[in-house]
């Protein structure tokens, strides 16, 4: 399956990586802009099981080059075969295959990587720097009742257009402060560096979860380490893609 797929197929097989291929079985335009697609998952669930955040890589054709990028389940369901993957649109060759494809279409899928270990201690508070992009993974973390990190309270710092979108946060327990996109990312890490100070002094066990693009990504998670000095068990830090 790494054939055609340039070096960083090649990688993944040898890493053991395993392939499948997912049939799109259903689409749903969520907003202009965030496309949500149900898929059979080729045996994926039964081959891997399924854990909180767990993401699959999915391959692309661009302009005749291997293209890959990583997406969250979202609504994993072993016994029928099936989850749904969610799309936050703008221009790339995996937006374009989101933006067209219908019931029948196929895509390769590749898991190699998606783990989840809950932190320990349990978090007394989570903070969470989103996107549109990360929404999924965010969904997943916080969930609906419990969410995969139990019962704590989080605050929920989302960056860009959040009209529309479906968020499965509990406003009795979870707080989502709107942050415009601006200056490739500047004003969220502002705002941030304003604010998440006091409330990390406020909580004695803080759990810190970054999905973003991955300058701001790293800016914050060097912030966290550097300045703050939050241990490097108690963040999370992911890029989720690159800004142009």
């Known amino acids: 399956m790494a054939q055609g797929r340039g070096w960083e197929g090649a990688v993944l097989k040898l890493m053991r990586a395993k392939d499948f291929t997912l049939t799109v079985t259903a689409a749903e335009d969520v907003t202009g802009d965030y496309r949500r697609l149900r898929l059979s998952d080729g045996g994926l669930l039964a081959a891997t099981g399924v854990h909180p955040t767990m993401w699959v890589r999915l391959w692309f054709d661009n302009a005749g080059r291997p293209h890959q990028r990583a997406y969250t389940l979202v609504d994993p369901d072993p016994a029928s075969g099936a989850f749904s993957l969610e799309f936050a649109l703008h221009e790339g060759a995996a937006s374009d ?74 406003p009795a327990r979870h707080e989502i402060r709107h942050v415009p996109r601006r200056d490739a990312g500047a004003e969220l890490v502002e705002r941030v560096r304003a604010e998440l100070p006091g409330l990390l002094r406020a909580t ?17 998670s060097a912030y966290l380490r550097k300045e703050l000095g939050v241990p490097k068990e108690r963040v999370h830090a992911l890029g989720y893609w690159r800004a142009d």
Not at 136 to 157: D, I, K, M, Q, R
Not at 206 to 219: F, G, L, Q, S
């Open 97 to 170: 295959w989101a933006r067209a494809a219908k019931p029948g279409d196929t895509v390769e899928a590749t898991v190699q990587g998606t783990g989840f270990a809950p932190p320990a201690p349990a978090p007394s508070h989570v903070f969470v720097i989103g996107d549109p992009a990360s929404l999924p993974a965010v969904n997943s973390l916080l969930g609906e009742g419990e969410g995969a990190l139990g019962s704590a309270p989080a605050t929920v710092w989302f960056e860009g257009e959040a009209d529309g979108l479906p968020f499965r946060t509990d």
């Open 204 to 220: 004695p066990d803080p759990y810190v979860w970054i999905a973003c693009d991955t300058h701001t990504t790293r800016t914050l």
